[in-house]
């Protein structure tokens, strides 16, 4: 993808509502945050696949979905997604997936942006979904209950980043309704709920931090700390959703 510094600061201010400059950002008393430089991000350029994306992968690998075949549509659609048939793919977000670097080229300068679930403080999904599927947990997390979730998607239509991906032919909808009542689980970043439940930081964090040492992408603000960041980095999507993980652009 190229595009122009106008270009991407348009698409940035879509993006992210508005930037705020010469504020401090905390992790909230209790809670953890994530901030992502994206001016250190090189996308692991010298790998086949970008650490965090593989760690992420190989770390939740149990976790993914194992369809029911053949998946049969369920009214009115005539469709349903399926990302069965492409477990191994790595540049987009799929319920296989939930991180991935998007590449933008910025008058010939190539951005590496990590793309993952941002844990609002005020999180949208969670307020919207009908069936109680979502939860924002007492670490700041949100996390998608797939013994719960019927893949309504109304998580990923309120979702400011379109973040939670679907999959059909699993989940509860197969034993109520499956011709007429939802289309599968939505999947996405929890930021690994059982690691944080630890005290451990989330495996894209580590791996990013054995790569690259201090100079790190990723850095993973504790419960019960708050520390200044740094002064210039994008703050939210919309004011009200208050996302907890903060990326910092390369403006200068």
Known sequence: MSITRREFLAISSTLCAFLIFGKEAEALEGKYATI???TKCDGC????IPRCVKACKEYN????????????PYWPRKTYE???DQKDRFDTLTPYNWIFIQRVNIDGKEINIPRRCMHCDSPPCVRECPFGALTKQPEGNTVINDKL????????DVCPWHIPQRQAGVGIYLKILPKYAGGGVMYKCDLCKDRIKKGQIPACVLACQERLGSNAVFTQLMKKLKKKI?????ISKMVEHQPSIFQKFPLN
């Open 45 to 48: 350029k010298d790998e086949p």
């Open 36 to 38: 992502i430089d994206i």
């Open 149 to 156: 979730c019927f893949g309504g998607a109304k998580c990923r």
């Open 61 to 72: 690998r149990e976790r993914f979905p194992e369809p029911k075949k053949p998946i049969q």
């Open 230 to 234: 740094y002064t210039y980095m994008e």
């Open 82 to 84: 399926d990302w069965s």
